[in-house]
């Protein structure tokens, strides 16, 4: 099965296929109107690998584009606008495209920079010599002969929270794999309206929203880009009932101001990562739709089976039995986690490990010209994740954060991801990353970056009290430098930049503010309150372990 295959099977389907608050198209003008763009990208296509970069919004240009590159066997490079500069210069020529689709402000965007394909060969959806141009190339649907499960229909970038972003290769055969796996997992049927708030160019929105639409024949309803504020009104006037999420986009909506009416909204569930267990309990209470919370990446999904009634936390269970948490040292399977009253893992140590799926090597598809990435993701004939987990006493598969998600405090493992979660029940707190820094006496202290609304202040969350009223939290986990922002440094998919936030840590533009013990205030960290803190890094012989940032304070 290939897209190609799926989208096809979409000529002559006179229900609705795309939607905006503006137009409506049936699936079988999605149909043809992709088929116009594949003979436009078949008379540009030069020799060399079939590659056209995408910089658009959520727009129904993006989506047309997306079926022209699976009837023409060609593949989508999803450009990433939150990139600037130098970096996106390199990440976009890295992939070799041979033309760009993009419209006015993305050209401006794209100002000065040298992607490797000359002027003339981008193509602006908002001129009118381009719709005139689209116009001219109306065929009748059909596909390359040469198309098969194996073409290669994205590249897609990973969102580069902790490190440097890969382009991740995802063929026409898996995507429609994972069309089918999806819309009977996150339960898109042929009456739903998918409502399409992430970003196009993301894994989220491709695999988990437009490819099971395209399977069940279900609507795909665009807005340009998120909004927590029109979240709530493009659901209603674009009749959605499905979306898809990270947690970053739902403790935003959950932000909005609170009004009497709104459950009366078609919604009915969505899916997505990284919404904490309380968010999704506040959002189902709130607005009447279940959230799915799931695990998976764009290198590789699958492994997870959605168990709703176990633990709110656990991802779900393990989906075969080549799907383990192990040892990366030995390679053995790490033991049962034992959890106590408040779900924190008692043996951390021993039960947490790397997220592995032993038959997962012949899955993965590799990385853009990337072969030290691709050796890193497969090693003794397995998949590695990257990540770490754990499993307890029922089986129930939990997500524990990635290495430096574990932060050493006076010889204790502490989890900042499950720092975080508590964060997130502070209703003023709209996102949270936590990490360690160095502490200037001996291994590491927990620091959090939190994001606030703008208006409310430190002052005002009562960080203290709250923290101290959490009885799960543990006497390691309350942070000892805190960072307060209206806007915390995020990719183009809405997930923290974990690296960056990390780097900077209480060397940042940003307020901080420092607690000294856990039955201490927090004191604004000041310029002489940096500088007394450097001295007693060198007192303590630790300067080195601020590196290079030393020079910024």
């Given amino acids: 099965m ?4 799926l989208l096809l099977a979409r000529a002559g389907d006179s229900r609705p296929g795309l939607r905006t608050r503006d ?12 088929a116009a763009r594949a003979a436009l990208a078949r008379r540009l296509r030069r020799d060399g690998s079939f590659h056209i970069a995408v910089l658009l919004e959520n727009v129904p240009e993006f989506v047309f584009w997306l079926g022209a590159a699976a009837l023409a066997g060609a593949t989508v490079i999803g450009v990433n606008p939150t990139r600037q500069g130098g970096y996106l210069e390199q990440e976009v020529r890295h992939t070799e ?8 402000t993305g050209l401006s965007h794209l100002e000065g920079l040298d992607l490797g394909v000359p002027r003339d060969r981008y193509l602006l959806v908002d001129e009118v010599d381009y719709v005139e141009t689209v116009a001219r190339y109306a065929v009748e649907p059909a596909r390359d002969p040469e198309i098969d499960s194996g073409t290669p229909l994205l590249l897609l970038f990973t969102s580069g929270t902790t490190g440097v972003s890969k382009a991740a290769r995802c063929s026409q055969g898996r995507l429609a794999g994972l069309g089918h796996q999806n819309a009977a997992k996150y339960r898109v049927g042929r009456d739903d309206v998918c409502y399409c708030c992430m970003p196009l160019f993301h894994g989220n929105a491709v695999m988990g929203l437009w490819a099971p639409a395209l399977v069940a024949g279900a609507c795909v309803a665009l807005t340009p880009k998120f909004s927590a504020s029109g979240f709530l009104p493009d659901v209603r006037a674009l ?9 970053k986009a739902v403790s935003y909506v959950l932000a909005t101001a609170e009004r009497p009416d709104d459950r009366a909204n078609p919604l009915t569930h969505g899916f997505g990562t990284e919404a904490s267990p309380e968010d999704r309990e506040l959002f189902e209470a709130r607005f009447g739709a279940e959230l799915l919370e799931a695990y998976g990446s764009s290198e590789g999904a699958g492994m997870v089976t959605l168990t709703p009634s176990g633990p709110p936390s656990a991802l779900g269970r393990p989906a075969h039995d080549g799907v383990q948490v192990v040892d990366p040292e030995t390679r ?7 959890l106590d009253e408040h779900g924190r893992v008692r043996n951390a140590e021993e039960a947490i490990g790397e997220l592995v799926d032993t038959r997962g090597a012949a899955k993965f598809e590799g990385y853009w010209n990337n072969p030290a990435a691709d050796a890193e993701r497969v090693r003794h004939g397995w998949y590695w994740t990257g990540d770490l987990g754990y499993v307890d006493q029922d089986g129930y598969l939990y997500f524990a954060g990635r290495s430096g998600d574990w932060i050493r405090v006076d010889g204790e493992n502490t989890s900042a991801i499950h720092v975080e979660r508590v964060l997130r029940r502070h209703r003023s707190i709209l996102a949270a990353a936590v990490f360690g820094v160095p502490d200037p006496r001996s ?3 927990v620091m959090a970056a939190i994001e606030v609304p703008e208006g409310v202040t430190f002052a005002e969350l009562e960080l203290p009290v709250f923290l101290a009223a959490q009885t799960d939290l543990g006497t390691k986990g309350a942070p000892r430098f805190v960072r307060i922002s209206h806007g915390l440094p995020s990719t183009g998919s809405g997930k923290l ?9 209480w060397r940042c533009a940003e307020p901080v503010y420092r607690r000294l013990g856990r039955d201490d205030g927090y004191t604004l960290l000041d310029p002489a309150g940096r500088e007394a803190l450097r001295r007693e890094f060198e ?8 590196g290079h940032q030393t020079e910024r304070m």
């Fill in 2 to 5: 290939t897209i190609a295959d």
């Fill in 23 to 34: 137009r409506e198209w049936t699936w079988d003008e999605v149909v043809r109107a992709s």
């Fill in 497 to 505: 930049q974990r690296k960056a936030l990390r780097l900077a840590g």
């Fill in 239 to 247: 009749g959605a009932t499905y979306f898809t999420y990270v947690g």
């Fill in 332 to 338: 053995k399977t790490c033991p049962r986690a034992e």
């Fill in 97 to 104: 495209p041979q033309f760009v689709i993009t419209d006015e």
């Fill in 539 to 546: 007192s303590a012989g630790r300067l080195r372990f601020l």
């Fill in 443 to 445: 291994g590491d202290q």
